[in-house]
């Protein structure tokens, strides 16, 4: 197990630094400063020259990133070019719960919805439950967030105005949000489940726990379920990285300060520091994410562990 981890720590931590160089260099490769032009009016040479000093621009790209990777190694994402007085690390941690209060009940909602109503439609096969469950998975797993959004905020906040869409200042703010953030996972997850369910009910060793006698309840809630859960086990370590750290679409529909919020507002400013800082955030978070899944799964699957050692 020690081994089958440290593997997957290495294999982590590389594509951080991939993706820490990448992002670098993919970005000052844009043409453009982060300066807006209007501020490059505003300007004259000389001061938009002490601009470029101030934060290093004005040197070579390859002594920016080895001076980038100083700051990284302290754990400093450097300050932001827009906010002078506010460093990136400050807008991360203090905007980052906000997403995660809200991610973290749309992954529990969708947990504790797509897997019961995958268990339902596999048992029934062909029968109404089924039937609901496969259009209601083609439908959440094709329709973007953004339209889910607008079609719940017109429904619960227009023509039936009974839920607020701003803020995060109730237990009632809550409810839109989270269902567009779970309304594609609920699908997923309901998807993968019933095809992994049925699959495992047609394996020899379910046909010898009920001919030992062991009821159906133990048969599907013992060996059934274990099994059938390894692809949402798989897929739980990028649903929690992706919705803990916020949906930019619904956090810019709602309203909500979160730290995707500030991703797209960064991009629009072409704020180096916050774009970087926000991104490798992101990355070590799926990277350990994705980890403690892997760990998940090799615990529930000893045949994983094998196989990758």
Partial sequence: MIKYILKRLLAGVLTIVVLITVAFFLMHAMPGSPFSQEEQKKLTEEGLARLNAKYGLDKPVWEQYITYWKGLLK??????????????????????PTSAKVGGVAILVSLLIGIPLGMAAALHRGKGIDWF?????????????????VLLMYLFCSAIPILPNFGLNSWKNYILPVSCLSFSPIAYIAR??????????????????????VSEFKVVAKHALKNALTPVITYLGTLIASLLTGSFVVERLFSISGIGRYFVQSISDRDYTMIMGITIFFGIFVVICNLIADIMLAIIDPRVKLTNQ
């Avoid at 754990?75 to 980052?96: C, L, M, Q, V």
């Avoid at 496969?134 to 889910?148: K, L």
């Avoid at 699959?199 to 726990?209: E, L, S």
């Fill in 75 to 96: 754990f400093d994402f450097g300050t932001s070019f827009k906010k002078p007085d506010t460093t990136a690390n400050e807008i991360i941690f203090s905007h980052f």
């Fill in 133 to 149: 469950c496969m259009v209601f998975a083609t439908i959440g797993i094709s329709a973007p967030v953004f339209v889910i959004s």
């Fill in 192 to 213: 993968q489940t019933r095809s992994s369910m049925l699959d495992a009910m047609g394996q020899d060793y379910i046909r010898t726990a009920r001919a030992k006698g």
